[in-house]
């Protein structure tokens, strides 16, 4: 039985090499090629080793001095302001709204609930045309604040859902005891629950954030002077105009993701906490 | 220290009745148990002295104020946990001086109640510790100590010591009721378990299915049970209950089975001669019954169904008119299963209830 | 455990009037009411006007108030188009395709990533990034890889001896929908895995012990032991992908814009173009109406496998 056993584990073992590969080999190459010259990168058959490594690439897209660089840190700029501005903003609605989901009972709670769940379903394009008539009665058209209030809505079934999650493992005997002690209803939140719940705001921030920072759909419609592109829509209209310069794009995508996948790491605990919560359960 | 009083006190949930019409007073310094089954409305009613639940109906007052409406924070209570309720992220210093910092007493101040505290329970080694590192019994001197800390005007507990094992929890019993007793403190005590409630309490209040049953100093309770439910409920083993027919000829009444009677004394048979029915249920605490091999005058004939020594006593189950009756014996008295023996029940000390109402027949 | 047995029951105030309730409750809603407000302008409003917008035609300009009503002409346009029957069957390939390989490959991966070993946290982390970048990064990316002259894989299939000439994956009306299911699937296995590791966590060690003893192999534990455990997670994963691939845009537009020839072309990338590359707003909202429906459905199934076991507390 035991040979058996190894069998499966060393079956186990091929596939995550396997898995592994096709995970790693295209991130390495777009690495590979960021390093390299523009006519190195365009050659055939490539070099698979690049002969004369180049970090030009990444510092032309960091010079502040250059125009390239000036544009690439703007666009950083807007992507990190946009994203921030959605995680604090919707980690303040999403707060109290999960709270009262987990806490009370009050007539038409579960209706709402699914309510906000099913805002999930519905794509983000067949939302372009209303909410750009939307932002245009609004005024928003072409400022930071139509993405940040689209992003907030995206977000927000998710933030809630999470942080139901974790109010629900919260016991209630908590407040109980907090206001026996002497708070009130509102300091028993704010001394008690809201130091516990971190980890789950943790959560929806990571959430919040990264969506806010990959979103591209509403960026590309809603904005429309250069100055204010966030980086996915950003790098596009940059590198149409040399839709040839493979390597400066390489560089310039590994650069937009270096931010989310560093926040990744760092959390990734929660990340995967809030990706799990609720759809398992014990 | 205060005096609580409860008022037709009622708790409804939509359709449920939580707590249904309770009413009593816990004098000022009384240590009261709440006992009954599981679900039968005990924190339901600790929640609602607390405040931390509206009421329905009825009220409720500490001290002589109506306290109704007010929120918890101002009832000046203090309160401990089944589950302990220690904030998790505090240490337990910090759980300590939590109701204090909210009562925004001097930080001196605070500190030699904490550290006071502490001394009395023993816990001040553990001071800087978070919850998680406790065992249950230190989380439980802990939650006491959060009541403790201040003195408020009554104590609350719901199931103080149902999370601990078995030791413990009889050492902490003592300590509990040592507590009361030197703090002269007003308690209300919740629990399932009615062997707690008769070791601590000066009085308990036993509940069943939303209503209170019965209120009085334990030994009443015990003595002179008001319906079968509290019969039944408080003492181990229970009290055996076996339903009888009652048989009149002339003046004498009589209690009969298949095919025996057991005539009464004339104060049992005035109490059941008041039952309504002809079914009259005779109740009997195992320490009354005396158990005969052979048939006795006015005794009642029962097959042994199980035999259980406990080392103190022998527990003996036995069969009399499909019901099942204890009785006990003393350890080294030998009696076998499937055996025929005669009981003889106390007849001053036994219990007789109307089994339409189930109430006590007096 | 309502009812009383006891002797003492005094009269009890009965359920209480939905008003009254609401008014009991009132400041319980003032928790939601921020959310509530902010979904209701960008969920209500957004319905109500593409319902009501799909009975119009719309002018090119977009200047909306020179609409003029048409009824039901735009849905009769669309099911009687042939793209909208190629389109559609674009979509069932590219999210059943992409939905079912994540799934598998994440399954796999779940399986072979559940026992503990030095490296496994490092593994798992790297497996994780293309599903936390952005779809932005990935199809540029993958646009580089299947480069039709200088890409990896055309040279690698070359190398390797698979064509004699570097493929054109992205611009031919065979390899286009193949290849960015792969990219798919690339970005979205990690999710899975990463579900039904969490799946995996909650087999009971001592059901899988007790499976050894009863002399069950490493396939019956899984089968009897492991799949039954990991349905629930299984089923909103899976809905979870389907979702997501139904309505995922930006891969497959920015690859190909839904070509060559419409090869790759899928409803969201159909509507968008319909909507912004054509201008025809009344037309593309009666598209979008439709996929409310669909996705309505998959909402149902979603809520039902999402809210087994969710008792909201009381009080
Ligand atoms: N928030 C609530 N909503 C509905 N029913 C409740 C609620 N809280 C308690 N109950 C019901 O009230 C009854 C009494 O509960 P409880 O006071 O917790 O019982 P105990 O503490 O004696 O075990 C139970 O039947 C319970 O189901
Ligand atoms: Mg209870």
Redesign the pocket.
């Known amino acids: 039985m035991s040979g058996r056993v190894d069998g499966w584990r060393w079956a186990g073992r091929v596939f995550l090499v396997l898995i592994l590969l096709f995970t790693a080999v295209p991130m390495v190459w777009m690495l590979l090629t960021s390093i390299k010259s523009q006519f190195a990168a365009m050659q055939y058959p490539p070099q698979w080793w690049p002969k004369e490594p180049t970090l030009e690439n990444y510092t032309k897209l960091l010079d502040p001095t250059n125009p390239v660089g000036n544009d690439f840190l703007r666009y950083m700029w807007n992507s990190f302001y946009v994203s921030l501005a959605t995680t604090v903003l919707g980690v303040a609605v999403a707060v109290p709204a999960a709270y009262a989901f987990s806490r009370f ?1 009050f007539p038409g709670r579960t209706f709402l609930f699914f309510a906000v769940l099913l805002r999930n379903m519905f794509p983000a394009v067949v939302f372009l045309m209303p909410l750009f008539i939307l932002m245009r009665w609004l005024g928003l058209v072409g400022t930071h604040g139509s993405l940040i209030l689209t992003y907030l809505t995206f977000g927000l079934p998710l933030s809630i859902w999470l942080l139901k999650g974790f109010y629900d493992n919260i016991p209630i005997q908590l407040e109980q005891a907090a206001r026996i002690d002497g708070a009130t209803r509102f300091q028993a939140f704010l001394l008690i629950v809201m130091p516990l719940s971190v980890p789950g705001i943790l959560a929806t921030s990571i959430f919040s954030f990264i969506g806010a920072w990959n979103e591209y759909v509403y960026a590309a419609t809603f904005l429309n002077r250069q100055d204010q592109l966030t980086l996915p829509v950003g790098i596009q209209r940059f590198f149409a105009e040399f839709a040839t310069d493979w390597p400066g794009l390489m560089a310039a995508t590994f650069l937009m993701s270096v931010p989310v996948v560093v926040l990744f790491l760092i959390l990734q605990r929660y990340f995967v906490r809030a990706l799990t919560e609720g759809a398992v359960k014990s | 220290m205060a005096k609580v009083t409860l008022e037709n006190v009622v ?1 409804t ?2 359709p ?4 249904g019409d309770v009413s009593f007073t816990v004098q000022d310094g009384e240590f009261v148990a ?1 006992v ?12 609602l002295i607390a405040g931390l ?1 509206p009421i329905s109906g009825g009220n409720i007052r500490i001290g002589d104020k109506l306290v109704n409406d007010l929120d918890p924070k101002d009832r000046d209570i203090a309160m401990v946990f089944q589950n302990y309720a220690l904030y998790p992220n505090k240490t337990v210093a910090k759980n300590l001086a939590f109701p204090l910092q909210m009562r925004r007493l001097p930080k001196d101040e605070i500190a030699r109640k904490v550290a006071e505290a502490a001394r009395v329970l023993d816990i001040t080694h553990l001071l800087e510790r978070k919850p998680r590192e406790l065992s249950g019994g230190q989380q439980q001197r802990v939650a006491l100590g959060r009541a403790l800390v201040r003195d408020p005007r009554a104590f609350l507990m ?2 103080p010591l149902s999370n601990l094992d078995a030791k413990l929890r009889v050492q902490m019993r003592t300590e509990l009721k040592r507590f009361h007793q030197d703090l002269k403190a007003t308690i209300i005590y ?1 629990t ?1 378990d009615q062997l707690e409630a008769v070791t601590m309490a000066d009085k308990m209040a036993v ?1 069943n299915g ?1 209503t209170l049953q019965q209120y009085d100093s334990p030994k009443n309770v015990f003595d002179h049970p008001v319906n079968t439910f509290v019969a039944s409920f408080v003492g181990s083993p229970a009290m055996s209950l076996v339903p009888l027919r009652r048989v009149v000829e002339g003046d004498a009444v009589a209690l009969a089975g298949d095919g025996w009677q057991m005539p009464l004394s004339p104060a049992n048979a005035r109490k059941a001669l008041s039952a309504k029915s002809d079914t009259v249920i005779l109740g009997a605490r195992h320490s009354t019954i005396a158990l005969h091999d052979g048939p006795r005058e006015g005794a009642v004939p029962g097959r042994v169904y199980t035999v259980e020594p406990t080392g103190d006593v022998t527990f003996v189950q036995v069969h009399v008119d499909g019901a099942i009756v204890i009785a006990s014996l003393a350890p080294d008295v030998a009696v076998r299963s499937d055996t025929n023996v005669w009981l003889g029940f106390d007849q001053s000390r036994m219990h007789l209830f109307d089994c339409e109402t189930q109430m006590a027949l007096t | ?2 009812v009383s047995s006891g002797p003492v029951t005094g009269s009890l105030r009965r359920d209480d009037g939905l008003l009254r309730r609401i008014v009991t409750h009132r400041a319980d809603y003032a928790y939601v009411l921020p959310a509530l407000v902010v979904m209701m302008v960008v969920i209500a409003y957004p319905i109500w006007f593409t319902v009501d917008m799909s009975f119009y035609k719309t002018p090119a300009s977009l200047q909306l108030r020179d609409r003029t009503f048409v009824g039901w002409k735009n849905y009769h346009t669309i099911l009687t188009a042939p793209a909208f029957w190629s389109v559609t069957l674009n979509t069932l390939i590219w999210t059943v395709a992409s939905t079912f390989f994540a799934f598998l490959l994440g399954l796999g991966a779940a399986l072979s990533l559940h026992r503990e070993f030095a490296g496994r946290a490092v593994l798992r982390a790297i497996l994780l990034i293309p599903y936390v970048i952005s779809a932005v990064a990935a199809s540029y990316l993958w646009k580089w890889l299947y480069h039709s002259d200088f890409g990896v894989i055309g040279a690698l299939s070359v190398q390797w001896g698979f064509t004699d000439k570097p493929i054109n994956f992205l611009d031919n009306i065979h390899t286009a929908l193949p290849s960015l299911i792969v990219v798919n699937i690339w970005r979205e296995f990690s999710f899975a895995m990463i579900m039904l590791m969490a799946g995996l966590q909650t087999v009971p060690e001592q059901l899988l012990r007790a499976a050894q003893v009863d002399g069950a192999n490493a396939w019956q534990r899984f089968w009897h032991v492991t799949a039954p455990h990991l349905k629930g997670v299984s089923m909103v994963t899976v809905l979870l992908l389907m979702v997501a691939n139904f309505n995922s845009f930006i891969v497959p537009w920015l690859m190909t814009g839904g070509g060559p020839a419409g090869a790759s072309d899928i409803w969201i990338t159909h509507i968008y173009q319909i909507a912004f590359g054509r201008q025809n707003w009344g037309l593309a909202s009666a598209y979008s109406v439709i996929l409310f429906i669909v996705m309505m459905c998959l909402g149902y199934f979603y809520v039902q496998a999402l809210t087994r076991g969710d008792k909201g ?3």
Not at chain 2, 16 to 19: D, F, G, S
């Open positions: 009972r | 708790k949930y939509g449920v009745t939580a707590v709440l009954g089954p599981s679900g039968c409305g005990k924190t339901t009613t600790l929640n639940i719901d199931e919740v399932h509940m939303g | 455990m309502a507390r009381p009080e």
